[in-house]
């Protein structure tokens, strides 16, 4: 019998190492679904954005501001092509503004003329993009079926549509 290896690996070690796995793989799997923060939508009604689901359909969840550029031709371009990405996939875009309580105001009026038929939640206060990770707009997630995690995306190039839509496809194959 190797007695070294009951030296250097005694049991403690190891119900701490078994430990430190499980910790790291639970932080990791609730680091991958939806987490759950309290926004509200444009009437007024709160969303538990942990509840957000598509029926076993990807769910895209972009954030962006009214004084953002890039956010606004992304989302433009989404519009563009997301009654053809619903058809093909089921997915549900989702555009949260991360406009604080100073241009709040101005998301509606922006929505309305933009025609986006995404659903738009707010987070004036900064609670989901902070949770989310998100340092700077636009970041677009990009979720399974099952609320998972598959793809995420930082700032905007025009053509990186073109790069959400091959990863939606892959989910749907």
């Not at 793989?25 to 444009?42: F, G, R, Y």
């Not at 922006?110 to 700077?136: C, H, Q």
């Not at 598959?150 to 091959?166: F, K, R, T």
């Amino acid at each position: 019998m190797n007695f070294n290896f009951y030296k250097t690996h005694s049991p403690v070690k190891s119900i701490l190492l078994a430990g430190v796995f499980l910790l790291a793989m639970t932080a990791e799997a609730s680091a991958q679904t939806i987490p759950s923060v309290q926004l509200k939508d444009l009437t007024g009604s709160t969303i538990d954005t942990g509840t957000i689901e598509n029926d076993g359909n990807p769910i895209v969840i972009c954030f962006w501001a009214t004084w953002c550029s890039p956010c606004k031709r992304e989302l433009n371009n989404y519009m563009d092509y997301y009654a053809d990405w619903q058809e093909e996939t089921g997915v549900k875009i989702i555009a949260v503004s991360i406009d604080d309580t100073r241009s709040t105001n101005r998301v509606a009026p922006y929505i309305m003329s933009s025609g986006w038929e995404f659903e738009i939640l707010l987070d004036p206060a900064g609670d989901f993009k902070r949770t989310m990770g998100v340092i700077n707009a636009p970041h677009t997630f990009l979720y399974n079926g099952e609320g998972v995690l598959v793809w995420s995306h930082n700032s905007y190039a025009e053509g990186d549509e073109e790069e959400l839509y091959e990863e939606l496809l892959k989910l749907v194959e």
